[in-house]
């Protein structure tokens, strides 16, 4: 009986910390992007 309270509780968390980590993943993506874009225009000049 008490796993049927602490199970919903425990799907939520998990699926929060997965979102949390595909949020991080996206903005390190986006900073490489950044400087990627920096470097290039810095050779470029």
Known sequence: MKL???APIAILA???A???CA???RG???DVKSTA???K???AN
Request: with cysteine; glycine share 4%.
């Open 4 to 6: 049927l309270r602490i």
């Open 14 to 16: 998990c699926a929060l």
């Open 18 to 20: 997965l979102t949390a």
């Open 23 to 25: 949020n991080t993943i």
């Open 28 to 30: 390190v993506g986006k």
């Open 37 to 39: 874009r920096a470097v």
């Open 41 to 43: 225009d810095t050779v």
